[in-house]
Nanobody
C-alpha cells in the first residue's frame, strides 16, 4: 500500500519560495512505474494540477506555472519536492502530492490512485 505525506511550512511570505516535500512509503519513486504529482486547491476553487516527476526522473509542468515551478526528487529518502518561487497570496491553497499510473495533468480525483492528506499553505505578510 503506497502512502504519501506532505510536509513543509504552513506560512510563506510574498515573493519568497514555497518548498514542500512528499515522503513516499510502500513503493519506490524510481522503480514503481508511474508519475508523482503535485496538485493544489485554492480556497473556493477546484483542484489544479501543478506538475509531476516520472519514475524515470522526467519532469512536467503546468504551462502557466512553469516559470516558477521546480520538482525534484531525493531517491535516497524516497521523497520528491515542489518549489514554487515568487509566491503571491493567490498561491494560498491546500497542496497535495498524488500518484498516477499514467501521465494525467488533470484535477480529477479519479485520475490519481494515491493521495497525501494535503497541507495548507498560506501566503501572507
Amino acid at each position: 500500500q503506497v502512502q504519501l505525506q506532505e510536509s513543509g511550512p504552513g506560512l510563506v511570505r510574498p515573493s519568497q519560495t514555497l518548498s514542500l516535500t512528499c515522503t513516499v512509503s510502500g513503493g519506490s519513486i524510481t522503480t514503481y512505474y508511474g508519475y508523482w504529482n503535485w496538485i493544489r486547491q485554492p480556497p473556493g476553487k477546484g483542484l489544479e494540477w501543478m506538475g509531476a516527476i516520472a519514475s524515470s526522473g522526467s519532469t512536467y509542468y503546468r504551462p502557466s506555472l512553469k516559470s516558477r515551478t521546480s520538482i525534484s526528487r531525493d531517491t535516497s529518502k524516497n521523497q520528491f519536492t515542489l518549489q514554487l518561487s515568487s509566491v503571491t497570496p493567490e498561491d494560498t491553497a491546500v497542496y497535495y502530492c498524488a500518484r498516477s499510473d499514467l501521465f494525467k495533468a488533470t484535477g480529477w480525483v479519479r485520475d490519481y490512485g494515491y493521495w497525501g492528506q494535503g497541507t495548507q499553505v498560506t501566503v501572507s505578510s
